[in-house]
């Protein structure tokens, strides 16, 4: 039996790197005044369609969507904010604090080609600053992910920002795009000729050698913005540069979701051979309105676990390095078992971390099995610490051992710590 296309499994050898990107994830954020929230991995088929877009490729490709045995359409959560969104709403949040800063990290679900830092059943950590129509809510939302990636010492990244403005503004462009990719169709791959009729800003995303040569010819948005677009954009530049935070203008960044609006950004890394994108977001105020509700500033940004191992890995030789026990019990004779157990769970008290021998090993198979784990201090049990109520406790590294008694062995091993 093998594990399904597409997702894998984390064994113990690889699992301290998660825990030290969780530990930053949860320092990063708190830094912020960002509160973690978690949501169900699958929903109601609707909150996607609505929020993503029908004709976004996840919705039309990539989710995994069964009915359930009531007859619901539930889906498999293809990302986080359409879920946390239906959240703030269902619980009133913004009614408790109207600026809601929350973050979170879990599991989602895509049906698309597994490739290098890509699964079917992937892993994020996002945020989303919700309640703010301002740039600087924009901006603290770069800033955040600027301090994760300096935190966990990713240096090999730019910033590329962009606007997709209002949705009077994007209509307007949109009606200008389609008409020149009209004019260029029989240029397009079959997929932008799809998408010029449905979700004509996609075409600007295609990865497509030949698309891209039409696109560069292509109208931006940048030369329709009106007054108050262009003013928000210009200040997300200007807090940027005031923060020193160097990016460029990209102005066929769209992003691949339909909820987007005003700001948007990426930041791309060629850390992994082709440049590619580390994480992405931007602005989508919209989204609410989707659910109902009345239009509310909202920010965020994602980015996949899996690519940012992929890319610590090259640069972070320790990053697999787990926590080593301290202390491991040998015990010389089975009679000595159970007093040896009372000695471990003595210095797991204490917040020792204490392993034992469970195979009932010889002395020599026990010692290499310290050497193996790496503990730095062994307390050897045998028939006579038993009858006199003492342990031995020996250095690894200097080989000095002491004898003491069973009550003093906290405070032995500590001398050595």
Known sequence: MQSPRGTHDILPSQIAAWHKLETAFEEISSLFGYQEIRTPMFEQTEVFVRAIGEHTDVVGKEMYTFPDKGGDSMTLRPEMTASVIRAVIQHNLIAINPLQR????????RYERPQAGRYRQFHQYGVECIGAMTPEADVEVILLAVALLKRIGIKDYTIEINTLASNAVRQKYREEL??????NQEKLSPDSQARLEKNPLRVLDS??????LVIIDAPTILDYLDEECDEHFTTVKALLTAENIEFTIQPRLVRGLDYYSHT????VSSALGA???LLGGGR??????????KPTGAVGFSMGIERLIMIMEKSQPDLYQAPKPKVMIVTLDRDSLHYSQSIAQTLRQAGISTVSDLQRRSLKAQMRE????GTSIAVIIGENERQFGKAVVKNMQSGEQVECEASEVVMAVSAWM
């Open 275 to 277: 440049q590619s994108s």
């Open 284 to 293: 989508y105020n919209d989204m609410f309105v989707e659910f109902g509700a």
């Open 264 to 267: 948007v950004f990426e930041f």
């Open 178 to 183: 389609v008409k020149f990719l009209r004019e």
């Open 370 to 373: 310290a050497d193996r784990l």
């Open 207 to 212: 990865k497509n050698p030949n698309d891209k």
């Open 102 to 109: 929350l973050w979170y990290a879990g599991e989602l679900f």
